[in-house]
């Protein structure tokens, strides 16, 4: 059974009938009461009494601390860092924008990547599968990403089937439907050509002979 010692005064009735006013520093639960577990964890989780860590192995007392010292850290942290962290699970977030709903979120990130998850940290415009940004309170969650490269597969695509060029070089200038055009004319050997074949090439290059 757990035990510890009152924080500060408080009333407890331990058959649920008669109620007994506890004073600071007093043993909890007094000698021969009882309590659930779940009543001393309250108790202590609402700052009335402390438990006593005497009885408990060093080391599960230890992972006790340790994570009594990371919720505290995590649910001190503000609403754009717990926003942060939740990004790095490159997924849309689409819960609650409320303080603690951020610090569940948060947690659940922070056990993924101690597990062993990569957490990402920037966008590669290029990979298709990249961070979803947050939406800030009362704005539409913005598309990811990821949607956006579809979205601009699909409309090339579209673009192609109706004929439409949209192709561009490396400048951003519109290349020709047809694909590009030699820079260069092919060689001929004029020196093998007829006289009317020397005319029509002359004719087709807009050479005045």
Known sequence: MKTGKGTKAFPFAFDGINVQHLPEGSDFPPAGYSVTDSAFGGL???????ESKSGVPEAEQLNRDIIEAFDRKISAVSDEELKAIIAR???????????AHL??????QMLRELQGATPIFSIDPNAGVTEQPLAKPGEATP?????AVEKQKAEVEAANAAGENKATNQFGDP?????????AEADVDLESLKKD????LAADRGVDI
Do not use: R
């Open 44 to 50: 202590v989780a609402s700052g009335y009494i402390e």
């Open 103 to 108: 610090v569940f979120a948060a947690k659940q």
């Open 89 to 99: 699970s490159g997924k849309p977030y689409s819960g609650n924008l409320v303080h």
């Open 197 to 200: 074949e020397l005319e029509k």
């Open 143 to 147: 598309p990811s990403a990821a949607a």
């Open 175 to 183: 290349l020709p439907a047809g694909g590009a055009k030699p820079t």
